[in-house]
């Protein structure tokens, strides 16, 4: 009855946030030198006491608990009137008309909008063409619904001001059959943002091809200095073809709430409540209120916050590049990617090692496509504790070179 | 590339909580007199202003929040510390060992729990016993999944102190195939509790079948005064052959923060993990702090609690079998399912005409299996209201009657 292939593929053995199910196994063997010593920074996800919540969050919230059924009760989609409100600021963020009454949808987390648009599109023998490196859970999802993912190589270290997406390999994707395409920008995990020039190529494409875009927009807020933002449902896709997905969460420390939405086409947004009714009812009622503080944060606390998480940025790609760990400059978003040099030991081994000797905890790049030389940092830290993290995980990358 | 089929099988058009998408239509046609004036009872889910939640959830939830980062990012499974105390208070009420590192997996609200499950155990093609009536999102998930509902027949009108579920069509649903049953204890809609003998035959047959039972209890502490219960995980099913869901909503009217718990085979709960991970991730951080009022609550409470839902219970049979409404008397949970006479407009036009005449929103009972005379009622109300608004309904029965 069990079909074992099914859940072999969704392995969460190395996956953010699960590393205290994980045995640290008899690491011990494989050690070079000292445990050294410092403050444990879990670089797999964002620290919400480093950057605390959008001012006002836990007033709305306790605000939801008083209005009581009203809001314990919404309507799958969510809150007519919450809808309502984002409808408006989002419109405005991403220079597009959104349809509250038609076009949203609140869920729980952004992973939970991503879970019920690629169910809502994905049927078995789909093809999907899906970019390497990206969200893990994209290759995931599609395998997960009988699709098949279509690898499109994206050239991230050199390519800046450019993603660096290999167009000619999404076109081959397009022409293989991929009706779907399934991408995070800024790309997760290396924060590369793609190119006006980029969009409009991925358009044109799109519209030769009869293709819908499901565009993971989580940390699209956080742009660094200097960068520019291209919204591809902005950009002459057809309505019914695109559904944005963003939330609340990482620039925001507003994670513990769990909650994301998606916009778009009213016809993927009807079949994704659906979906929801079946896969988890609605979004927490209380916790939807929380959305009234978004897109609607104090005058400059979004530039302070880009600030920090820039400086931050910076520091450690000083470190990791005079280690000689070639990374890319995120253009937006926490994550960085640094690539390592040949190393005497395995990538997940070298990871339990970094948690075991340096206390760091960090993804492998394998969970984001074969990247078996890389490994990804969420770096939204306490400053002072990132560095000297940073500053072991190099140390390490020398006593284990190859 | 869409497969309206599969959506189709999903419609939420009449599903409870959705009535504000629904219009009234030209409902007005069909009229038999005017408008019945009262306030309007919303039978289609609890009334969490009537009956508060639990003490201590707010506390508990702005103690998490103040927590920060170790109550925001838990284990895709729930915060340890949190399973931990629930695994106790779970074995303690069902009779049974509960493991919390390995057989306990919280989820956004009990639907979240049901799915995981399902999507857990149900491959395209599995057969699966469905009784009839049952939780209307029972056949819908088996359908999504590719899986085949056969169906198993209840004689709920007459038979307590049985649920009076028809052994001798389930064991031909084995015969056929099925190698799951997955059925709501209490029964969702109609509040029947399996008797002690039913859920030993029940048992006996899924032995004999290598069945794996999915038992959902969500309603099983909200029991009336005389009732016994039988949990079925404590009866002799091998560990790794049952899930049991449970969550704190309806009897603690808490479920605005929208918290399942699913709990048993550690092989179910692993597989219901991996997938947590790509359909939500966890369930919300703080929200799932509120999890230590659960089993937790001030002597008494529960008590008072049950005595006011039997009374209005109490009322409402009076009502509706005076008005000529052949109705079950619920041994456990909030719902009431009472027969209609035949009427001269359809099940739908009728719930509308409820809703636009009446001021009571239903459930039809077509969401629960082929029910097509019944409505289904959460008394869980304000009484005086639900009074009122009982007696409307059987007032519009007679002025529709056949």
């Known amino acids: 009855m069990f079909d074992k292939d099914r859940f072999a593929a969704l392995s969460t053995h190395n996956a953010p946030g699960q590393e205290v199910r994980q045995a640290t196994g008899n690491v011990g063997n494989l050690m070079r030198g000292n445990i050294l010593p410092g403050q444990l920074v879990d670089f797999s996800h964002g620290d919400v006491d480093a950057f605390l919540p959008t001012p006002g969050a836990v007033e709305c919230f306790s605000a939801a608990v008083d209005a009581g059924g009203r809001q314990a009760y919404t309507e799958y989609r969510g809150s007519a009137d919450i809808r309502s409100e984002l409808a408006e600021?989002?419109?405005a963020f991403t220079g597009a008309p959104v349809s509250a009454e038609d076009g949203t949808i609140v869920t729980p987390g952004t992973q939970g909008a991503l879970f019920l648009a690629v169910a809502s599109l994905v049927n078995p023998g789909d093809k999907v063409a899906i970019v390497q490196p990206d969200y893990f859970a994209n290759r995931k999802l599609v395998q997960f619904?009988?699709?098949?993912?279509?690898p499109v190589a994206m050239s991230y270290l050199e390519a800046s001001p450019e993603a660096?997406?290999?167009?000619?390999?999404?076109r081959a994707a397009f022409e293989a059959g991929a009706r779907i395409f399934l991408f995070s920008n800024p790309n997760n995990p290396t924060g590369a943002v793609y190119s006006r020039r980029e969009i409009e190529k991925i358009i044109a494409l799109a519209l030769t091809f009869e293709v819908t875009v499901i565009a993971d927009q989580l940390y699209?807020?956080?742009?660094?200095?200097g960068e520019t933002y291209t919204h591809i449902r902005a950009c002459g896709l057809p309505e019914d073809r695109s559904i944005t997905i963003m939330g609340p969460s990482k620039t925001e420390s507003l994670?513990?709430?769990?909650?994301?939405?998606?916009?778009g086409a009213p016809s993927i947004v009807e079949r994704m409540e659906k979906l929801q009714a079946i896969v988890s009812l609605r979004a927490p009622g209380y916790n939807q209120a929380v959305l009234r503080t978004w897109f609607n944060e104090p005058v400059g606390w979004l530039d302070e916050r880009i600030q920090q998480h820039q400086a931050i940025r910076d520091d450690l790609l000083s470190i990791f590049r005079s280690g000689g760990l070639a990374t890319r400059t995120p253009q937006a978003g926490s994550y960085l990617f640094p690539t390592l040099p040949p190393l005497a030991v395995g990538l997940h081994d070298f990871v339990r090692l970094l948690r075991h000797q340096a206390s760091a905890i960090v993804t492998p790049g394998t969970e984001f496509g074969p990247h078996?030389?890389?490994?990804?940092?969420?770096?939204?830290?306490?400053?002072?504790?990132?560095?000297?993290?940073?500053r072991r995980i190099v140390e390490l990358v020398h006593r284990y070179r190859a």
């Open 89 to 91: 600021r989002l419109a």
């Open 145 to 150: 619904f009988g699709g098949e993912a279509i």
């Open 220 to 225: 699209s807020r956080l742009l660094y200095e």
């Open 164 to 170: 660096g997406i290999d167009l000619s390999q999404l």
């Open 255 to 263: 994670s513990g709430y769990r909650l994301g939405i998606a916009f």
């Open 372 to 390: 078996s030389h890389s490994i990804r940092l969420n770096f939204s830290q306490d400053r002072a504790a990132a560095i000297a993290a940073g």
